[in-house]
């Protein structure tokens, strides 16, 4: 089983994500786009964090998110943002959330104030893990894959790789 510890856009590469598989930690860094909802995934969950946290008057980009599993207890996560405001939109602010457990409440409330926070809770657990799952994917290879230049390939007198060279002296 795979479990992802951290995911992080931007930086020396693109997509930066550690996971462990077993007993073995391991770490993919590239440039490569997803090709599958990914990117999607992470507008979702910028999305329902600005509703959960009632953020107001901000614009937020996903910078990273990190994944616990503690023995006992559901998962926990910890996003971090870039956070700009609508008075001052030429400084970045780096926002840190605290760790939020990764599971949905059961509980319906007759108040609709609890009510709202409870599904905003809720929206924002099912957008983490959506986002983990296509985190899975993309480690997995959902991806495009950056072309490869081989030198000599575009030369007109140089033979294919698959190709023979026409032998000579031989009748």
Known sequence: MMKILQFKLGGEYDYN??????LEKQRVQTNDR???DLLSA???VVIAAIRFFRFEDITAQFRSISFSYPEKGDDEFVLEFTVR???????KHFLKTEKLRLATDDVVSSDVSIQIR???NNSLVEKVSALR????LYVQGQREQIELLFENTNK???PSLFEQAPMQGRR
């Open 85 to 91: 405001t609508n008075d001052n939109t030429d400084v």
């Open 42 to 44: 992470v507008s979702a």
């Open 118 to 120: 409870i599904d905003e």
């Open 156 to 158: 007109r007198n140089d």
């Open 133 to 136: 799952e296509e985190i899975i």
């Open 34 to 36: 997803p090709t599958g």
């Open 17 to 22: 994500v550690t996971f462990e598989t077993g």
